[in-house]
């Protein structure tokens, strides 16, 4: 199983920018899809995540800015974040977690919101 992280760029703060995480195939159990991100010389954190139910849940720092949601018939979940601002530049990482299994990560991919 592969995850491909993608929609991230370059933007101005306030502005708006939308990540897709794509899962290659279909699998089972997957019960919590997440987004962590990286900033530089700083260890990896949450963002949010939904789980199987469908609730959400976010990092204090993003609640009101960001949404997680999901496709489950795409194997896809976006994370649509808004009113960016420099310290959310990082790179971001799509993860899903499954029952009995590790966790899944994406390659990433990079966020710059410039002041």
């Known amino acids: 199983v592969q995850l491909q992280a993608s929609g991230g760029g370059l933007v101005q703060a306030g502005e708006s920018l939308r990540l897709s995480c794509a899962v290659s195939?279909?699998?089972?159990?997957?019960?919590?899809r997440s987004w962590y991100r990286q900033a530089p010389e700083k260890e990896r954190e949450f963002v949010a995540r939904i789980v199987v139910n469908g609730q959400t849940d976010y990092a204090d720092s993003v609640k009101g800015r960001f949404t997680i949601s999901r496709d489950i018939r795409k194997n896809t979940f976006d994370l649509q974040m808004g009113s960016l601002m420099p310290e959310d530049t990082a790179v971001y990482y799509c993860?899903?977690?499954?029952?009995?299994?590790?966790?899944?990560w994406g390659q990433g991919t990079l966020v710059t919101v410039s002041s």
């Open positions: 195939r279909y699998i089972s159990g997957i019960h919590t």
């Open positions: 993860r899903i977690d499954r029952a009995g299994s590790r966790p899944y």
